[in-house]
């Protein structure tokens, strides 16, 4: 089971950007699964904290919140995060105090149990650093002041010492970023705004991020290397010694990278290996050099 990497006090929470992905069969779970095989279960004994992308799309339920905690449960330190719903932060529309409550009491099961490390307030690129926009998020993150709260914004203009100083007085922790460099795209940081830390992976598939013909798959199509890891070891590092709890989560699913990666970052930090699901280890044999034990037998795999 993965324990929190404790530095000084100060825990630092790796996983994954979800669970549920069909390219992930026989890679990050079992060709063969035993009888009643469930995925989050299975991730959970690896990471300690996994993002929820599917309150992006649709606003909890309790009910589902409610499964989500007992099927983590065997794991004491794991902590979720939410991603806040998109109509709050894509569509910025006709937002009702219903949408208000439906997103809180599905998401209050998670708050309650201890189990919810954070909620992310996702921003898509074209959010940028203008009065107007300024004077949304001080509307909306009143709204969800109950909960732990973290602004992911993506354009370089919220790159400013006003941004950040406003956040730590309201106690809304910043997400620092990677994704591909762009003039135009929010650079790597190592912002602390609030107890809560967070660093998100992305990747670096330029091609494919902006294109339109491109689907989800593709643009987080990407596996960061050793030496591109490196320097996050030390922003990740940066942003613990300011928190209480940090966040890292590998965004780059498409086929288990961002497990294999997570993984890693686990291992660089530790300065130990890891216990590594054994199809993932047979599909990134660079995964042998932290796995904990000798290798089952290599089976034959597409990549």
């Known amino acids: 089971m993965p324990e929190g990497i404790n530095i000084q006090e100060h825990v630092i929470y790796v996983g994954t950007a979800g669970w549920s992905y069909p390219d992930w069969e026989g890679i990050v779970y079992p060709r063969h699964k035993p009888k009643g095989f469930d995925p989050l279960e299975y991730l959970a004994r690896f990471f300690k904290t996994i993002e929820i992308n599917s309150t992006f799309y649709h606003p909890p339920s ?3 919140s409610q499964n989500w905690v007992r099927r983590v449960a065997h794991n004491p330190e794991f902590k979720f995060t939410a991603k806040l719903n998109k109509k709050f932060t894509h569509e910025r529309e006709d ?3 219903t949408d208000e409550k439906q997103f809180k009491t599905g998401i209050d099961p998670l708050h309650e149990s201890g189990k919810l490390g954070c ?7 074209s959010f940028k650093f203008t ?4 004077q949304y998020l001080k509307k909306l993150l009143p709204v969800f002041k109950e909960y732990p709260l973290v602004i992911e914004v993506r354009h370089s203009s919220w790159d400013n010492a006003l941004v950040y100083k406003q956040l730590r007085q309201e106690s809304v922790g910043f997400c620092n970023i990677d994704q591909p460099r762009l003039r135009s795209q929010l650079k790597p940081g190592q912002e602390a705004t609030s107890d809560v830390g967070y660093i998100r992976l ?3 598939n330029l091609e494919n991020w902006f294109s339109e013909d491109a689907g989800r798959d593709e643009r987080y199509n990407y596996l960061y290397s050793t030496k591109e890891l490196g320097p996050w070891i030390q922003r990740i590092l940066a942003v613990s010694s300011e928190t209480k709890e940090t966040y890292v989560i590998a965004n780059n699913h498409f086929q288990g990278k961002a497990a294999t990666n997570a993984l890693q970052l686990i291992s ?9 699901p054994e199809d ?3 599909t990134y044999p660079q995964l042998e050099e ?3 034990g000798p290798s089952g037998p290599r089976q034959e795999t597409l990549f």
């Open 62 to 64: 309790s009910r589902n």
């Open 95 to 97: 937002i009702s105090p």
């Open 119 to 125: 909620i992310l307030v996702q921003f898509p690129w």
């Open 131 to 134: 009065p107007e926009n300024s």
């Open 202 to 204: 992305h990747g670096q």
């Open 268 to 276: 660089m930090l530790t300065e130990d290996k890891v216990d590594v």
């Open 280 to 282: 993932l280890r047979n």
């Open 290 to 292: 932290i796995a904990v």
